[in-house]
C-alpha cells in the first residue's frame, strides 16, 4: 500500500545519507503492542534485505523479541549479520537479570555468531534511575566476567 511505499522510501533516503556520511543508521523492531510494522527481528531483515543498504542495520532488543521470537536464540543467529548494535532488557523491562530472560544464552548465541559491537540496555528507570544503572551495569559486569573467565556463558 501507499503508507507502505512512503515509509520504505524514507527510511532508503535515511540510510542513502547515512552511508554517505559513513554511519550506521539503526531499525529497531518494536513489539506489536506499540507498532504495526517491523514488530520481529525477522521483520527487520526483510526490510534491510528489500533496501539493500549495508548503513541500515538492526538493533535487537531483547525485551520485544521476548514478546515476537519463539526462538530468540535462533531469530538473533538468523540475523546476526546485520546486528549494529543491541539491547539487553529483560522480560518485564527492567534491568537484565530482574525477569526471566536467559542472557547467558543470549550472550553465547551473539559472541559465537561474531557480534563484537555494543550492547547496552534501555530499561525502565525502577526502583530509581540510579537503583535500575546499577542492576544493569552489575548484572552486565557479572555476565562478562564469567564469559571472560569461563570462556563461556552457562
Same mark, same amino acid.
Given at each position: @500500500?501507499?503508507?507502505?511505499?512512503?515509509? *520504505?522510501?524514507? *527510511?532508503?533516503?535515511?540510510?542513502?545519507?547515512? /552511508?554517505k556520511k559513513g554511519v550506521k543508521l539503526l531499525l529497531e523492531p518494536v513489539n506489536r503492542y506499540e507498532t504495526n510494522w517491523i514488530n520481529s527481528v525477522n521483520d527487520g531483515?526483510?526490510?534491510?534485505?528489500?533496501?539493500?543498504?549495508?548503513?541500515l542495520q %538492526?538493533?535487537? /532488543?531483547?525485551y #520485544?523479541?521476548?514478546?515476537?521470537s519463539? @526462538?530468540?536464540?535462533?531469530?538473533?543467529?538468523? *540475523?546476526?549479520? #546485520?546486528?549494529?548494535?543491541? #539491547?539487553?532488557? @529483560?522480560?518485564n523491562r527492567l534491568a537484565p537479570g530482574q525477569g526471566h530472560i536467559h542472557f547467558p544464552a543470549v550472550l553465547k548465541?551473539?559472541?559465537e555468531d561474531g557480534y563484537e559491537g555494543t550492547i547496552t540496555s534501555e530499561i525502565l528507570p525502577l526502583p530509581s534511575d %540510579?537503583?535500575?544503572?546499577?542492576?544493569a551495569a552489575g548484572y552486565l559486569r557479572a555476565l562478562l566476567n564469567d564469559w571472560n573467565v569461563v570462556g563461556r556463558a552457562a
Open positions: @500500500d501507499s503508507t507502505r511505499k512512503a515509509a *520504505v522510501a524514507a *527510511v532508503t533516503a535515511c540510510a542513502e545519507y547515512a /552511508d531483515l526483510q526490510l534491510i534485505e528489500e533496501i539493500g543498504n549495508p548503513a %538492526l538493533l535487537p /532488543d531483547t #520485544h523479541m521476548n514478546i515476537e519463539r @526462538d530468540m536464540l535462533a531469530s538473533l543467529s538468523a *540475523v546476526s549479520k #546485520h546486528i549494529g548494535y543491541m #539491547h539487553f532488557s @529483560d522480560s548465541t551473539l559472541i %540510579l537503583e535500575a544503572m546499577q542492576q
